[in-house]
């Protein structure tokens, strides 16, 4: 009888107390977490950037499948690596031209490209301006933090007259980009620039920029608490939000020659320019439609090689076919005889 009911004794197990779920931060789901924790310092801004750039992609119902992030080297430059989307990490100064071409060859994407100062007008300077010229389908995302933040703080094209860095550390001397001029001038269609602190104007420009076409420019101002304030006494990166939040003024439609930032003066922000222009996708296909007529083929909607073994099934359409015939009428013409090359 003992062993009967220590037996059965052993076989009821004790319930298991109920473990509450782990709450999940709301950004979780796009972010490759194998890769978090991430490399940015303590109140650095450019994950509050990512943030609102995510929020934006959701709030705007994007088909994540077809967005497509490039970046460069540098701080900024690691936003690629942490977004769960299809993400390009390039070289230095490179992200604009790589950006370019996926564009080209696959023009339904959304093809967003993520990088800094330094990367995007010092090194990729070049890039830049005549991407905007050009007017090239691409949304380029901007986080200044005046300074080198990821190679020690060397001055940037963005660095405020005599604002300190590990390269003058005595001032600054060298006059500084205008960005939103720069950017205009050369022929964006979409600038604004907003600080890390305007979390929801900078979401809704996000927003307004995912649905426009051409080459769209968005300036963030984002506090480095580590070089940029240690270097210029400027305190940590709240201290430097209580400067966004005390000296930055909104001034949507504003002349962007007036925008430009002086050391520890006021921050112009807003939409500057918002207008529509054909692309560059666009004018190639309107110029050699009509140049060449039926000779042309463009590329399809849907991005891709225009032939090749994948595409000469039958279920082939439009200008794969005509692509296809031209070539076998080429070939039968080439063996007919010799006339026609003399």
């Not at 925008?259 to 939409?271: M, N, S």
């Not at 080439?334 to 090359?341: E, F, M, S, T």
Request: glycine share 10%; hydrophobic share 35%.
């Amino acid at each position: 009888m003992s062993k009967a009911v220590k037996h059965s004794a052993e076989k009821v197990a004790p319930p298991e107390p109920d473990v509450p779920a782990e709450p999940q931060h709301p950004v979780t789901p796009y972010l490759r977490m194998d890769r978090i924790p991430h490399i940015w310092c303590p109140t650095c801004g450019i994950g509050t950037v990512v943030r609102c750039f995510v929020d934006a992609l959701v709030q705007s119902k994007v088909d994540l499948d077809k967005v497509a992030i490039c970046s460069g080297i540098g701080c900024t430059g690691r936003v690629a690596g942490y977004l769960k989307l299809d993400a390009f990490h390039s070289t230095h100064g490179r992200p604009i031209p790589f950006a370019t071409g996926l564009k080209m060859g696959r023009p339904e994407l959304l093809v967003t490209v993520f990088s800094g100062d330094g990367d995007l007008v010092g090194i990729g300077g070049n890039h830049f301006i005549h991407a905007a010229r050009r007017n090239m389908d691409l949304l380029v995302v901007l986080v200044n933090n005046f300074i080198y933040g990821m190679t020690g703080g060397q001055n940037a094209p963005t660095t405020p007259l005599t604002a300190r860095s590990s390269t003058m550390p005595f001032g600054n001397f060298e006059r500084p980009f205008n960005l939103p001029h720069l950017a205009e001038s050369c022929g964006a269609t979409y600038v604004a620039r907003w600080t890390s602190l305007h979390v929801r104007r900078l979401t809704k420009s996000f927003r307004e920029a995912i649905r426009r076409k051409g080459f769209r420019f968005i300036e963030v101002i984002a506090p480095c608490s580590t070089l940029y304030a240690r270097l210029n006494k400027l305190g940590d990166g709240f201290s430097l939000m209580q400067f966004y939040h005390d000296t930055a003024v909104v001034k949507n439609n504003a002349d962007t020659r007036e925008t430009a930032i002086d050391f520890q003066q006021r921050i112009i922000c807003g939409k500057f320019v918002d207008e529509e222009r054909p692309t560059f996708i666009d004018m190639m296909h309107e110029h050699y439609e009509k140049v060449l007529g039926d000779k042309y083929v463009p590329t399809p909607p849907e991005g891709g090689l225009l032939s090749g073994p994948e595409n000469e099934s039958s279920s082939a359409s439009g200008p794969r076919k005509k692509a296809s015939k031209r070539k076998s009428s080429k070939k039968a013409a080439n063996k007919g005889g010799g006339d026609g090359a003399q």
